[in-house]
T-cell receptor
Framework: AQSVTQLDSHVSVSEGTPVLLRCNYS??????LFWYVQHPNKGLQLLLK??????LVKGINGFEAEFKKSETSFHLTKPSAHMSDAAEYFC????????????FGTGTSLTVIP | EPEVTQTPSHQVTQMGQEVILRCVPI?????FYWYRQILGQKVEFLVS????????KSEIFDDQFSVERPDGSNFTLKIRSTKLEDSAMYFC?????????????FGPGTRLTVL
């Protein structure tokens, strides 16, 4: 069965320091993996996605994520946090069996301290 | 940039009442979805819709739920007789194509509160 585990429900970083949001997945097939961000009162916005091409994926706003099959991980990183990065982040998995059913993690709330 | 919109942003209803949640998907998208998130829980898939038919649905999507595309732009989720446990945030999404690699674009959600 497909599942996603976001290891931290809340992460707090200082502005200008690196961000690491952790995600582990479970999938019986080659997965597609996504990171979405949700700012207050806004929709879920796609940050980046992995679909079996390059394992290091670059997204919007300076975020990137690396697909590591051996570790079943897809952690989201950014070298330097900005105040505007404060939001809820969701890791999502889908695969050939689930098709267009997305499976979400529980989300990680990122706080950026000035 | 095109976006998915949802109305209302917040709906309060009495248990047993019918509610209709509305969504306007991105105009050239052909595949539509509803998800929900009960407070403190994961976002869960409810249903996908294509060519005026349900293509997939989850166990949550029972006979109390229905979806419809009443015209060329709206996509609705109806809950016939709401229960307390239907209180959740409901997200609509749309995509150009269908499949595990295709990006789904989400709306801001409708918060449904059942009293």
């Amino acid at each position: 069965a497909q599942s996603v585990t976001q290891l931290d429900s809340h992460v707090s970083v200082s502005e200008g320091t690196p961000v690491l949001l952790r995600c582990n997945y479970s999938s019986s097939y080659s997965p597609s993996l996504f990171w979405y961000v949700q700012h207050p009162n806004k929709g879920l916005q796609l940050l980046l996605k992995y679909t079996s091409a390059a394992t290091l994926v670059k997204g919007i706003n300076g975020f990137e994520a690396e697909f590591k099959k051996s570790e079943t991980s897809f952690h989201l990183t950014k070298p330097s946090a900005h105040m505007s990065d404060a939001a809820e982040y969701f890791c999502v998995v889908s695969d050939l069996r689930t098709g267009n059913q997305f499976y979400f993690g529980t989300g990680t709330s990122l706080t950026v301290i000035p | 940039e095109p976006e998915v919109t949802q109305t209302p942003s917040h709906q309060v209803t009495q248990m047993g009442q019918e509610v209709i949640l509305r969504c306007v998907p991105i105009s050239n998208h052909l595949y539509f979805y509803w998800y929900r998130q009960i407070l403190g829980q994961k976002v869960e898939f409810l249903v996908s819709f294509y060519n005026n038919e349900i293509s997939e649905k989850s166990e949550i999507f029972d006979d109390q739920f229905s979806v419809e595309r009443p015209d060329g732009s709206n996509f609705t989720l109806k809950i016939r007789s709401t229960k307390l446990e239907d209180s959740a945030m409901y997200f609509c999404a749309s995509s150009e194509q269908s499949g595990e690699t295709d990006t789904q674009y989400f709306g801001p959600g409708t918060r449904l509160t059942v009293l």
